[in-house]
């Protein structure tokens, strides 16, 4: 399902025109984004976590050239999926 898809079944689904089903998915991505951006955690019920996890600088070895390389620290986005939904897809 892409995201027209998805609007248009949001919008079948809750009565709303796809013109404000577009604009609410886009104000929940918008303010999604901007809690992750500042070190919050984002908890929906029954669906999951998100959060913003700070992976360490480390050292990698290039295999071909035995090269050893300092990657720096980065923030990466993880998603843990919540014990109900886990639960459907087993």
Not at 8 to 19: C, D, F, V
Not at 56 to 71: C, F, G, H, K, Y
Request: avoid cysteine; hydrophobic fraction near 35%; charged fraction near 25%.
């Amino acid at each position: 399902m892409n995201n027209k898809e998805f609007i248009s079944e949001l919008s079948k689904r809750t009565g709303l025109s796809n013109k404000d089903a577009s604009q609410l998915v886009s104000s929940f991505l918008n303010l999604m984004t901007q809690e992750l951006q500042n070190g919050k955690t984002v908890v929906i019920q029954g669906f999951g976590t998100f959060e913003v996890k700070k992976k360490l600088e480390r050292i990698s070895v290039n295999p071909t050239t035995q090269q050893r390389m300092l990657i720096p620290p980065k923030l990466v986005l993880s998603y843990k999926p919540s014990a109900s939904l886990k639960e459907k897809f087993k």
